[in-house]
């Protein structure tokens, strides 16, 4: 649809209650869905218990106590708008089944996965996202094919957070890049921050693809882990020039960095 849908909670929590799941049952299918639970959470972390959309755009916010909100999308997904993007008091799991961008600001007290399905799909952040609570959380980022961060999109934390972008996350197709873009800086304060592919980034790469040959750019961006570890594992596509497993240059001044201190 090209409409909107606007659901809120005053009290108490939004929820699943349809039996089915996945396309076809989708709890909304509009344009823009705007959800708020102000007491209460969006969904549950279970199959039967997230909202279930079919939507353009999603605006969501669940901050009281340490509600989270749950979502899966069943087509590609545009997170947030100029008006808002997501904030969720407590886990915040977006799992759509193409790719995902975001319009807007995300932040979230617990736990964080955002994830794209999908031979083609990509996750491209353009706006911040913040962890706000206690250590010690982790956001990951999934996305079958590549992770795109466009420039000045950083990641924030309150303490310290585990950062991992996981690309060629699960079709097996040995494609799917990670690209950090000009003044993009990405901050752990103390957690771990792991850059890679497959099924386990810490030991598998990320892959190249032909729209994006090299594994790991770093183009102006940094990455500060405090006391945290830091791992990148890439490889590059299998042909063209300048195929690099990971590639780490400055952007008309400014600097690309990974810095680690105890």
Known sequence: GTGAVNVTAGAGNITDATAGEGAGNENIATGTAVLSAVTGAIGDNTAAGDIDTAVTTLRASATGGTNGIFITETDGLAVGNATSGLSAAGDLVVTAAGSVTTGNAITFGGNATVTATGAASDVTISNTITGTGAMINTLT????????FNSSADVNTTN?????????????????AISLGSGTVITSAGGNITLGGGADPTTTAAVGTAANIIGI?????????????????????????????????????????????T
Do not use: C, E, Y
């Open 160 to 176: 310290a957070l585990n950062v991992v972008l996981n690309s060629d996350f699960s079709d097996g197709n040995s494609a799917g």
């Open 217 to 261: 750019q770093l183009t102006g961006a940094q990455l500060q882990s405090g006391a945290g570890n830091i791992s990148l594992r890439g490889t590059g596509f299998l042909t063209g020039a300048g195929n690099r497993g990971i590639n780490i240059a400055d952007d008309n001044g400014v600097a690309s960095s990974i810095v680690q201190s």
């Open 141 to 148: 980022i999934r996305a079958d094919n590549s992770i795109l």
